[in-house]
């Protein structure tokens, strides 16, 4: 029979070794982000017990990783009633050479990751001469995720110079205390630590004011606001990701869609200014909630030009400035449209409609695959182009100043590529529409 004082010892005993076992201090759900500039790169993981260092050891060969460098930890509480805890891990790489392949891995002298390979992002002048490619989806769940095995091959062959996930990720990350959020990151692992991986918000994200969404990934200027907007730059584009979702969910107040417009004007302004233009020509938009869709599910971007929140919002705005292409996902199809402003149809010509044409292109993918399927059409518009229900993702393909080139990738299909245009221009900014 034990006294009271040895179960006293045998508990803390127990404390202890629960507190510091070895699984919790190992790192996992590792992805990387740009911070938008070509030698830097941002590396993110969590463990489930503060290791009390974060460090990354790096370098181009697999013998010689002696490069090193730390970060800073946060304690992330899930706002489910079992108070999950885990603690993020943010360490920079500086001083990349750009275009090189490095090889990390990351975590503490409690435990460390496998090693992982990255390429460092390009320089303009790489980037001018190579071009630049995305991966490009959102509305990818933890269950149903028809992509992800396409895309875990390409990341890691290196197809890609980054992918892009436009809202709505795991379905959800809050549910199960977290745990389903904790199972989908350690999913897109597999791609999202071998490239930047840069994210915008969605619906799927607003449990608990989105604290699962603003402590799960590290996008620029993250200290400011959290990754519900940001902007960065690679090659010759300027690429805006930002929150539809403040226009929506106003029970969190109205400051965060007010500062989001300020925001939006201040970096437009900035972009649109001939020696910034100069240099990154190409103004892309990533937001959630499109402005324009023929789904048969009365979302927003099917109302009349008098209701769709996200139209009303931004439109204005973004022809004003002159963005180029606007991506959008929600919907859970693939949806292209002829370039268009205030449901009218601008084309460049008849023959070559997205050469030179007088409004932003957009497009709408949103069917990497969740656990709610995929949608359904309504009626056709005449500022339709084409439309898919079949799971895929996009490929983005910014070969110079005045090619883009968009290919659709059907996973129903094999790989096949379904859908594909070239977007053309000689002139950028608000000229481009006179």
């Known amino acids: 029979m034990c006294s009271k004082y040895q179960v006293i010892v045998l508990t803390l005993w127990v404390s202890i070794a629960t507190a510091w076992d070895p699984i919790w201090l190992q790192p996992e759900q590792i992805h990387l982000s740009a911070t938008g500039d070509p030698t830097e790169m941002m590396v993110t993981w969590s463990t489930f017990n503060d290791t009390k260092e974060s460090t990354v050891q790096y370098g181009a060969d697999i013998y010689d990783m ?90 890691q062959d290196g197809v890609y110079d980054a992918i892009l996930h436009v809202g ?31 994210t915008c918000p969605g619906n799927h994200e607003e449990n608990y004011n989105f604290t699962n969404y603003k402590n799960r990934f590290t996008m620029p200027k993250y200290e400011d606001v959290q990754n519900l907007w940001y902007s960065w730059n690679i090659g010759p584009a300027h690429i805006i990701a930002f929150s539809t979702e403040v226009n929506f969910y106003l029970q969190y107040g109205f400051a965060p869609m007010k500062h989001q417009m300020e925001w939006l004007h201040a970096d437009l302004a900035e972009a649109t200014k001939p020696e910034n233009l100069a240099k990154h020509p190409w103004i892309i938009t990533m937001g959630h909630r499109p402005m324009y869709c023929t789904t048969d599910d009365n979302d927003d971007c099917t109302k009349d030009e008098y209701f769709g929140i996200t139209r009303v919002a931004f439109e204005d705005l973004f022809y004003k400035y002159g963005v180029d292409l606007e991506i959008w996902a929600h919907e859970h199809s693939y949806e292209r449209f002829w370039p268009l402003y205030d449901f009218k149809v601008y084309n460049g010509s008849v023959d070559a409609p997205y050469t030179n044409p007088k409004a932003p292109a957009h497009i709408v993918t949103g069917s990497a695959g969740c656990r709610e399927r995929t949608d359904k059409f309504g009626p056709n518009k005449p500022y ?5 229900t079949d799971y895929g993702y996009t490929r983005m393909t910014i ?32 000229d481009a529409w006179l």
């Not at 339709?384 to 898919?388: G, I, L, N």
């Open 384 to 388: 339709v182009a084409f439309t898919s």
């Open 168 to 198: 709505d990720f795991a379905y959800d990350f809050f549910r199960a205390n977290g745990s389903v959020g904790d199972e989908f990151m350690r999913q897109i692992q597999s791609a999202a630590a071998y490239l930047p991986y840069m």
């Open 399 to 430: 070969v110079n100043s005045t090619h883009i080139n968009m290919e659709q990738v059907s996973d129903d299909k094999g790989g096949q590529v379904i859908d594909k245009f070239t977007i053309i221009k000689n002139t950028h900014g608000p």
């Open 66 to 155: 002696a490069m090193k460098a730390t970060g800073s930890r946060t304690k992330f509480v899930d706002g489910g009633s079992e108070h999950h805890t885990q603690y993020i891990h943010r360490v920079k790489l500086s001083n990349l050479k750009t275009g090189n392949m490095y090889l990390y891995r990351c975590g503490s002298s409690y435990g460390w990751s496998s090693i992982f390979k990255f390429r460092a992002l390009p320089d303009d002048a790489q980037a001018a001469k190579n071009g630049v490619r995305f991966a490009v989806y959102g509305d990818m769940g933890n269950e149903n995720a028809q992509s992800l095995g396409r895309l875990q091959v390409e990341a």
